[in-house]
């Protein structure tokens, strides 16, 4: 639940804070990606669907650099 998981974050901080956030945004972005995909495939609107197709890499970024920043938050054993 989304206001649990506000609720939890208010209480962290630092590394901790990152750790529990970035895996949320990945997740989030990757729904989003997946949503925006749908519609563009759906959308008949020329205009819509050149702004969706323009925002998808954004978005994708995004969800990238999520994905980096929870590597770095949480790097390998290896690498500790």
Known sequence: DVDNQKAHL????????DRELLPIMAADHDKEL???DANIALVD????????????PTLQRHADQA???????????SER
């Not at 208010?10 to 804070?17: D, E, K, M, N, Q």
């Not at 609107?45 to 998808?56: E, I, P």
């Not at 994905?67 to 054993?77: K, S």
């Open 67 to 77: 994905r980096r920043l929870m590597t770095e938050a949480h790097p390998p054993v």
């Open 10 to 17: 208010r209480t962290l901080s630092g590394i901790a804070f």
């Open 34 to 36: 997946v949503r925006t």
């Open 45 to 56: 609107d020329a205009k819509l669907k050149t702004m969706l197709q323009d925002f998808r």
